[in-house]
């Protein structure tokens, strides 16, 4: 993980005067049953789309707060990154789109028992949302949805 001082000076700039909204309290939720037994859903926010979906907006002003679906049998190697944000290095994720969409150590949890399964429909969004007004009001909403409709009890969270 990057620390401030690793990034360009004006990202510096930009994230000592950003101003960070505070969520208080956290709205986790303890699990209600073993992990042997939960479904498990994957919400990434490295801005994966899988081919002849559009690709995740990089120029829109604020971040794009819109999300895409990916499959539960997508091939992990087909992601396609769009991740707007240079202040973080892409190789790896380039190498290994398991590092940002982690679909097959999800898929061995479930094979060794671990995990009761996983669901057909994952999600990923535009990490790098400076105005995530809109990502809040409009579209978290749909994919809260996407997890009630896919039975979810654990949404493994992968911040990028």
Known sequence: MSELKD???KDQIFMRAYKWRRIDPVPWTPLK????????????S????????????????GGDPTFREIPGGTNVTELQ???????????????????????DRARELVQSGRVGSLC?????????????GRFVRDYVPQIAEILVQEEVDVALLVPV
């Open 46 to 61: 490295a801005g994966l789309s899988v081919p002849g979906q559009e690709p995740f907006n990089t120029k829109t002003k």
């Open 81 to 103: 990154e769009n991740h707007r944000s240079q202040s973080w290095d892409h190789r790896g994720v380039a190498q290994d789109k398991n590092l940002a969409f982690p679909i």
């Open 7 to 9: 990034l360009s000076l």
């Open 120 to 132: 057909d429909r994952h999600v990923s969004v535009m990490g790098s949302i400076t105005a995530p």
């Open 33 to 44: 049953k073993p992990l042997a037994e939960s479904r498990l859903g994957i919400v990434s």
